[in-house]
């Protein structure tokens, strides 16, 4: 099994407990609130290294007392602190809020997450021609991603990428990338974007393949759609094309699911496994993380993730 290159993003995080998401203006009384490491690149990299794979990687955090969560954060999650990267200011933060259906939103301000360097990511350039994939996501910069995805992808090494918070990729970070994945949101604005405005007629999975073939001659070799609850759409090669059919569980909150998912494919193609056994792997875990309260606790093993496997091994093939 391959090693992972996650270039990350360290946050301490408050979930808020409310019986419903609050309307604008409204304040609620939260039954519940925890605080806890995390971060999306930070939850991918401790995703794969639940999952048994070797994980490496750079994870930026400040120096105020926040800073001090991520040593025993990534202790705690099996990753080596060898990953964290400091920088004067202060350290990201995020507040979410769950509902009692198990649907969230958040926030996230950034801090430290933006100060990662072309620089930084340069000076561990031997390290990521000798892992097996490169994963980013938008809660950094552009430069260090491009940077990275550069350096991977001359040493024939495939790169993920999860555009959240969205922004529009640059074109060099885009043909550098070899798997894009977006939930539905992000992709309808990628689609307005690469289409100069268009919309999604018929709603996004129907102008998938659209978005697909835009991509791909743009250099992105894989997209992947996630639909929450609706499973996700894979496409290859901008016209191979087949649905993902979703766990049938009951969600009780949603936090991390979508870190989860690209956790299970990525740990899945690195594994060598076909794109239908990584989907449904991907699918798994992200069907496992929303039955379970908390991010870090709730990202399944090995175990946990073969049992569930078997036991719904008949409910959702990918065609």
């Not at 955090?61 to 990267?85: C, F, K």
């Not at 835009?214 to 250099?219: E, F, K, Q, S």
């Not at 449904?280 to 606790?297: N, P």
Request: hydrophobic share 50%.
């Amino acid at each position: 099994m391959g090693s992972a290159f996650v270039l990350g993003s360290f946050v301490a995080a408050g979930t808020f407990r409310v019986d419903r998401l609050p309307r604008p203006g409204e304040s609620l009384r939260a039954s519940a609130v925890a605080w806890e490491p995390g971060g999306k690149g930070f939850n991918v990299a401790a995703g794969l290294r639940r999952l048994g794979l070797a994980v490496d990687g750079l994870i930026p955090v400040g120096t105020d007392h926040l800073a001090a969560l991520a040593e025993p954060a990534l202790q705690r999650m099996g990753l080596p602190v060898s990953m964290i990267h400091s920088h004067p200011g202060s350290t990201g933060i995020g507040v979410g809020f769950v509902g009692a259906d198990g649907e969230n939103c958040l926030a996230v301000h950034p801090g430290a997450n933006l100060l990662l360097s072309r620089e930084a990511v340069r000076a561990s350039a031997a390290r990521i021609r000798s892992c097996g994939m490169v994963l980013a996501q938008f809660e950094i910069g552009d430069d260090p991603i491009a940077e990275a995805f550069a350096i991977a992808r001359g040493a024939g090494i495939p790169t993920l990428l999860n555009p959240s918070p969205f922004r529009v990729p640059l074109p060099e970070i885009l043909a550098a990338t070899t798997i894009l994945v977006v939930n539905e949101t992000e992709a309808e604005a990628l689609l307005g974007h690469l289409a100069e405005g268009r919309k999604a007629a018929g709603g996004v999975r129907m102008s998938a393949q659209d978005l697909a073939r835009a991509l791909h001659a743009r250099g992105v070799e894989a997209l992947v759609i996630t639909f929450g609850a609706a499973g996700a759409r894979i496409l290859l090669g901008g016209s191979t094309i087949w649905d993902q059919r979703p766990y049938p569980v009951t969600a009780i909150d949603t936090m991390g699911a979508g870190d989860a998912f690209i956790a299970g494919l990525a740990a899945g193609l690195l594994a060598g496994r076909p794109w239908a056994a990584s989907g449904r792997m991907a699918a798994a875990c992200g069907a496992l993380m929303v039955t379970r309260h908390g991010v870090l606790d709730g990202l399944p093993d090995p175990r946990e993730l073969a049992a569930f496997l078997r036991l719904h091994a008949s409910e959702a093939p990918a065609p």
